[in-house]
């Protein structure tokens, strides 16, 4: 019913510059919160960014003034603009939203994830 469509990812190299996108798409009656998660190799899944229903945004320590989280309601999608990269951001980058698909159906949904890689 619901599909989560994440791109954007790939190799760049140490201080460069990334945008991931993450439209939702299927039977939405309003979107409340979007966000992303990260998984590095041996490491737990961790909350990259997230955008409210407000407005309000949340951002992991280890990103703070590098990565900026935005998204267009009308459209249902979400952008992460991730600058000044470093190695330690590798990982498998999960877009994440909290939809309301039917009256009373409030939800969290997943995205198949898209690979980040920061190397020299």
């Known amino acids: 019913q619901v599909q989560l469509m994440e791109s954007g990812g790939g190799l760049v190299q140490p201080g460069g510059s990334l945008r991931l996108s993450c439209a939702a798409s299927?039977?939405?009656?309003?979107?409340?919160?979007m966000g992303w998660y990260r998984q590095a190799p041996g490491k737990e899944r961790e909350l990259v960014a997230r955008?409210?229903?407000?407005?309000?945004?949340d951002y992991a320590d280890s990103v703070k003034g590098r990565f900026t989280i935005s998204r267009l309601n009308a459209e249902n999608t979400v952008f992460l603009q991730m600058n000044s990269l470093k190695p330690e951001d590798t990982a498998v980058y999960y877009c994440?939203?909290?939809?309301?698909?039917?009256?009373?159906?409030?939800?969290?949904?997943w995205g198949q994830g898209t690979q980040v890689t920061v190397s020299s």
């Open positions: 994440n939203a909290y939809l309301y698909v039917a009256v009373g159906a409030h939800d969290a949904y």
């Open positions: 299927g039977s939405i009656l309003h979107m409340t919160a």
């Open positions: 955008v409210t229903s407000g407005g309000s945004t």
